[in-house]
């Protein structure tokens, strides 16, 4: 089993920043990749990034892509979303994931075993 637990998310500006962490434990050994997705009110949950274990390949969004930028460290076995230049419609709660080898693609919310319980993110115009 890992467990996954995020923090950092809060109420920000447009415009400005936040970083969201994402502790793991357990069985960490067994994990390909983490993902950052994220779920808005009345929408489906929704690919941001994600990030190999090893740290060597990292995957966007098109429209993540030069805000967010994703990152691990993996001897604290945590991974970071750092996020800029936030727009009211960033605003979502967002989960960190993790995904076993062989499970699927790291783009698809069903490839992920494991769950974190989300952190709220509220971006105000």
């Known amino acids: 089993q890992v467990q996954l637990v995020e923090s950092g998310g809060g109420l920000v500006q447009a415009g400005g920043s936040l970083r969201l962490s994402c502790a793991v434990s357990?069985?960490?050994?067994?994990?390909?990749?983490m993902g950052w997705f994220r779920q808005a009110p009345g929408k489906e949950r929704e690919f941001a990034t994600a990030?190999?274990?090893?740290?060597?390949?990292?995957y966007y969004a098109d429209s993540m892509k030069g805000r967010f930028t994703i990152s691990s460290d993996n001897a604290k076995n945590t991974v970071y979303l750092q996020m800029n230049s936030l727009k009211p419609e960033d605003t979502a709660v967002y989960y960190c994931?993790?995904?076993?080898?062989?499970?699927?693609?790291?783009?698809?919310?069903?490839?992920?075993?494991?769950w974190g319980q989300g952190t709220q993110v509220t971006v105000s115009s």
């Open positions: 994931a993790a995904v076993r080898r062989g499970r699927g693609s790291v783009y698809h919310p069903s490839s992920y075993d494991y």
């Open positions: 357990g069985r960490t050994a067994s994990i390909y990749a």
């Open positions: 990030v190999s274990w090893s740290g060597g390949s990292t």
